[in-house]
């Protein structure tokens, strides 16, 4: 993780969870994405921000909003339909 900037979107949950703002961390990880890395930044789910911090789950909606944008610009196939899972699923082959 670098100074102020997250690589993944579980970099950006950590943040949040440790009181970062919102639009500066999300903004940050938008701003810095490579489009060749987008899908190394959502492999990694975060653990669910809504009993960690205020309107976590208000933030645990809009991360999993992020990461399903993400998914269809790189062409990540997409499981948000089984169980509490919001985020993508991860390629195969």
């Given amino acids: 993780m670098k100074a102020g900037i ?3 979107l579980f970099e950006v949950a950590t ?3 440790a009181g970062e703002n919102s639009s500066v961390a999300v903004g940050n990880f938008l701003a810095f ?3 060749d890395h987008i899908a190394e930044a959502i492999a990694q789910e ?3 921000l809504a009993q960690s911090i205020p309107s976590g789950d208000v933030m645990d909606a809009y991360l999993g909003a992020v990461a399903e944008t993400l998914a269809q610009r790189a062409g990540t196939p997409q499981d ?3 169980g509490d ?3 993508p ?4 082959g």
Avoid: D
């Fill in 6 to 8: 997250s690589e993944t």
């Fill in 15 to 17: 943040r949040l969870a």
């Fill in 33 to 35: 994405l490579a489009p």
């Fill in 46 to 48: 975060p653990e669910f």
């Fill in 80 to 82: 948000v339909s089984s």
């Fill in 85 to 87: 899972c919001i985020f």
């Fill in 89 to 92: 699923a991860k390629a195969v």
